[in-house]
Nanobody
């Protein structure tokens, strides 16, 4: 079993900052990547940032969000600055573990609400 536990969501005004954290535990040998996705009401889940062999960001968050990963602690953080109302969503921690394309594991999600 793989457990991903997120923390750090909440309510913030536009222009503000939040920091999300995720800790992975369990059968995490062979972890290839960790990152964050989000899902806004009525929309599909989308990639926010992913740290693996390279680091990838959604165009909408480039220059505002920064992902950081600690392989020794099996944690990943997302520093979110200059938040906008359109960043409002449930943010999910993601881990890719195993060979080939690997298996995706998900946290339960943490709600980020940005008020205008």
């Amino acid at each position: 079993q793989v457990q991903l536990v997120e923390s750090g969501g909440g309510l913030v005004q536009a222009g503000g900052s939040l920091r999300l954290s995720c800790a992975a535990s369990g059968r995490i040998a062979g972890m290839r990547a960790m990152g964050w996705y989000r899902q806004a009401p009525g929309k599909q889940r989308e990639l926010v940032a992913l740290s693996g062999g390279s680091t990838n960001y959604a165009d909408s968050v480039k220059g505002r969000f920064t992902i950081s990963r600690d392989n020794a602690k099996n944690t990943v953080n997302l520093q979110m600055n200059s938040l906008k109302p359109e960043d409002t969503a449930v943010y999910y921690c993601n881990a890719v573990i195993g060979v080939g394309y690997g298996t995706n594991y998900w946290g339960k999600g943490t709600l980020v609400t940005v008020s205008s």
